[in-house]
């Protein structure tokens, strides 16, 4: 199986922004979703942003909306994810997956490495 590779990641101040990138390894074209999620220290792995492939419709979670957005090349394969107005509460390692809906919440599989966000106050 093949994994997404994730990009991206740094150190930011409360208000920064980062834009995450994923090769996504041929699943923009076959996945029913693909998807950004993260883990805090500590705590479950949470979906953060997901677009289908179907009729490009997205998810946000609630502590992201307004803030974050999830995008997609397709003819690279990549998906991205910009954040703005970074918060301390979004430091977490992103991961990058195909995913499909879980009760309506995306649900990914096929994890790569993920990469670190940690914003500083």
């Known amino acids: 199986q093949f994994e997404p590779v994730e990009s991206g990641g740094g150190s930011v101040q409360t208000g920064g922004s980062l834009r995450l990138a994923c090769a996504a390894s041929g699943y923009t074209r076959t996945s029913h979703c693909m998807g950004w999620f993260r883990q805090a220290p500590g705590k479950k792995r949470e979906a953060v942003a997901a677009e289908y492939t179907g009729d490009r419709s997205t998810y946000y979670a609630d502590s992201v909306k307004g803030r974050f957005t999830i995008s997609q090349d397709n003819a690279r394969d990549t998906v991205y994810l910009q954040m703005n107005s970074l918060k301390p509460e979004d430091t977490a390692m992103y991961y990058c997956?195909?995913?499909?809906?879980?009760?309506?919440?995306?649900?990914?599989?096929?994890w790569g490495q993920g990469t670190q966000v940690t914003v500083s106050s």
């Open positions: 997956a195909p995913c499909a809906p879980v009760g309506g919440i995306p649900s990914g599989y096929n």
